[in-house]
């Protein structure tokens, strides 16, 4: 399960206001090793990384946070385990 787990956004003029947090899951054999360097890729920091889970955050401005999200949505990840 790939998991948005936190967004914000403190509204001010600073550029670098929007967080986002990901919580990734009972994943597949192999598949934490894969999304490593993909996320590494996009600067997201790992904060804890497991056999089968992990989670990470980045931090930037609001347009490029929300695009990354977008991106994120067609791998797969969501706001809910029900979506």
Do not use: H
Not at 51 to 62: H, N, P, Q, T
């Amino acid at each position: 399960m790939k998991l948005f787990n936190l967004f914000s956004n403190n509204f001010s003029n600073n550029e670098e206001g929007a967080k986002l947090e990901i919580y990734c899951y009972d994943l597949e054999s192999g598949e934490v090793e894969n999304l490593i360097p993909q996320l590494e890729k996009k600067g997201f920091e790992l904060i804890y990384i497991d056999a089968d889970s992990l989670m990470a955050k980045i931090s930037g401005g609001y347009q490029d946070i929300t695009g990354l999200m977008k991106e994120l949505k067609e791998q797969g990840f969501s706001w809910s385990e029900r979506e």
